[in-house]
């Protein structure tokens, strides 16, 4: 992967430091892949240059903090951040349409589910923190909780796969297929759920 390569060099050099600046440049809608960042640095442990528990800890960091700056971004300026020549094309009025829908549709989950999704992850945060009806600590629970499933298991699959990088990168596109499948599962039935509540809800003839 074109990403990978780009990554590696950078990683080895800066180790720690340049895989948490990088998860923080993930967090604001920059199109890196987070899952590929993380995969690199569990990648470099793999050959010796950083430790992998460590590595977790750090990628926990670099993806909570940068979601947390874009919650409280949203908190703190609200609709006059859209205003910034660098957020118009990452808060576009198609994403933060999107991202009402799901908030909708599915509630405080769609802060868990947009931890596997990059192009709504900005917009859904930042959303959240604007709406202030969303507490912080309850933004922190849904997005930790899908972290701690998501960050080990791209940072250990680059530790365990870093002398065979074949075997990896097969691994790593059948878990993003995976992933997306499963999100669509959840989607139809999360969306049954949403449509019988609001049957129900509506006054009979």
């Known amino acids: 992967m074109e990403v990978f ?9 800066y180790g720690y430091l340049a895989v948490f600046v990088m998860l923080l440049i993930c967090g604001f809608g920059v199109p890196v892949p987070e899952d590929v960042t993380l995969v690199t640095g569990g990648v470099i442990a793999g050959l010796g240059y950083a430790d992998p528990h460590v590595m977790f800890a750090v990628g926990m960091a ?5 979601d947390g700056l874009i919650f409280t971004l949203g908190r703190v300026y609200g609709q006059r951040i859209q205003t910034l020549p660098g957020f118009r094309k990452v808060l576009t009025p198609e994403r933060f ?3 009402a829908q799901l908030f909708q549709k599915y509630g405080k989950w769609v802060m868990f589910v947009a931890r596997f999704l990059p192009g709504l992850r900005t917009p859904v945060f930042f959303s ?7 507490p912080f600590t309850t933004w922190l629970m849904m997005d930790g909780f899908a972290a701690v499933i998501s960050v080990p298991i791209w940072v250990y699959l680059g530790y365990f796969g870093a002398l065979n990088r074949d075997w990896m990168f097969s691994v ?3 878990f993003q ?6 999100l669509g599962i959840g989607a139809v039935v999360g969306g ?3 449509w019988r509540r609001r ?3 509506q006054p009979q003839p």
């Open 192 to 194: 049954i759920v949403w």
């Open 62 to 66: 670099g993806v909570l903090v940068g």
């Open 5 to 13: 390569e780009f990554l590696m060099p950078i990683f080895t050099e």
């Open 199 to 201: 049957k129900a809800s």
């Open 97 to 99: 349409e999107k991202a």
């Open 128 to 134: 959240a923190g604007m709406s202030r009806r969303v």
């Open 177 to 182: 297929v995976g992933i997306f499948v499963l």
């Open 172 to 174: 790593l596109r059948q």
